[in-house]
């Protein structure tokens, strides 16, 4: 989640009201910063939470590992103040994904009993958490249904026309095989599924990976699986 409010939803003129205020109390937790450098997590799945992470600014990407050893990546999000580790701070939980910094980064160490403390002498801060945590299970959930109910065509068709409408928090990779692990695939049926839609004249490889050559024609496809 990001420590200022999202844009939208019921309470975002009252977040917007005690931004600052919610800002202070984070850092007021602070107990010190480190540096991670690129490929390093910051929190490692099934590990007890030790603290929750501020990442100001650098790219960190999201994985979850199943007993078979598969990987899926959820994707690589550019940071702005995102903070890391509150899921399994509220459910008292092990660390349920991989968090791993993406490039050499600093990140300011937010200490949990003075967050839980200052979080009961200020209630009204839970407003934030709440707001914050039901955005991104919306969002998630929607990834996680079109990932189990379509074709990884209709996927990747998807992925490639939500990037340019709107601002995702979530993007994709460079490397074929981390974006296969993106759609829960091999690379092997990533390319196969990429080359079928450059077959169909929907999409192309660009200087900065995929691009759409035809929006309307992609919508039409992707129409045909309603």
């Given amino acids: 989640m990001k420590i200022s409010p999202y844009p939208t939803g019921r309470f975002q003129r009252f977040l917007e009201q005690k931004s600052a205020e919610f800002r202070d109390l984070i850092f007021q937790c602070q107990i010190g910063s480190r540096y991670f450098d690129s490929g390093e997590a910051i929190l490692r799945q099934g590990e007890q939470l030790q603290y929750l992470y501020v990442v100001p600014v650098g790219r960190v990407s999201m994985s979850i590992i199943a007993a078979n050893g598969r990987r899926f990546q959820l994707g690589e999000a550019n940071c702005d103040y995102h903070l890391y580790g509150e899921m399994e701070y509220f459910t008292q939980t092990p660390c349920q994904w991989n968090v791993v910094a993406d490039e050499h980064m600093q990140v300011d160490i937010i200490c949990i009993q003075k967050l839980t403390e200052a979080l009961h002498q200020h209630p009204d801060m839970m407003f934030f958490f709440a707001s914050a945590l039901a955005e991104d299970y919306q969002d998630s959930m ?52 990429v080359k079928d839609l450059m077959d169909k004249g929907l999409i192309k490889k660009g200087e900065q990976g995929l691009e759409i050559i035809d929006e309307a024609a992609l919508i039409t496809f992707l129409d045909t699986y309603e």
Avoid: C, M, W
């Avoid at 068709?157 to 993106?182: I, M, P």
């Fill in 142 to 193: 929607d990834i996680y249904t079109n990932r189990l109910l379509h074709p990884i065509t209709y996927n990747i068709a998807y992925d490639l026309l939500v990037q340019k409408q709107t601002n995702t928090l979530l993007g994709g990779f460079d490397k074929v095989n981390q974006e296969a692990e993106r759609f829960g695939t091999s690379g092997r049926v990533y390319r196969r599924a």
